[in-house]
């Protein structure tokens, strides 16, 4: 009869296991920091999205509002003045696009930052800050 070798591999396979949850639980906590700053990612694209489709259904109801009021426009002076009320609208939507891209952008970066290991985070932040004259904990070790 052929004898079972899996008591033998036994307290081997229990050594490798023991090490398992030492080993798994930094990449856990990656993993879970990654997956947070997906969710926090897709919120602010979300935000970004609700806000411009919002600004796109003011501007179409204010291009149309504008054209109906040239179209009745009875003096040039009164269809000038629903063009640019509609232009100055337009502008104020730009403008607001634009502030929303910024604000949304910084927060998809800093939830992409989030996922960086604290020793990259810390050395990033050092360096950002660091003054010509003051090397970095990177300068200093070389």
């Known amino acids: 009869m052929p004898r079972d070798n899996t008591t033998e591999q036994a307290p081997t396979l229990d050594a490798m296991f023991m090490l398992f949850p030492k080993a798994s639980e930094p990449a856990g906590q990656h993993i879970a920091a ?3 700053s997906q ?3 897709l ?3 979300d935000d970004f999205a609700a806000g411009w489709l919002a600004r796109r259904h003011a501007g179409a109801k204010a291009a ?3 054209a109906l009021s040239m179209c009745a426009a009875r003096t040039p002076m009164a269809l000038f003045s629903a063009q640019q009320e509609w232009a100055t609208g337009a502008l104020q939507r730009l403008f607001a696009d634009h502030a929303a891209a910024q604000r949304e952008w910084m927060r998809v970066c800093s939830a992409m930052r989030s996922t960086a290991t604290p020793s990259e985070s810390d050395s990033q932040t050092e360096e950002q800050h660091a003054s010509p004259t003051t090397p970095s904990r990177r300068a200093k070790a070389a």
């Open 43 to 45: 919120e602010a694209m």
């Open 64 to 66: 149309s509002s504008a």
């Open 39 to 41: 969710e926090r990612i």
């Open 34 to 36: 990654f997956w947070q």
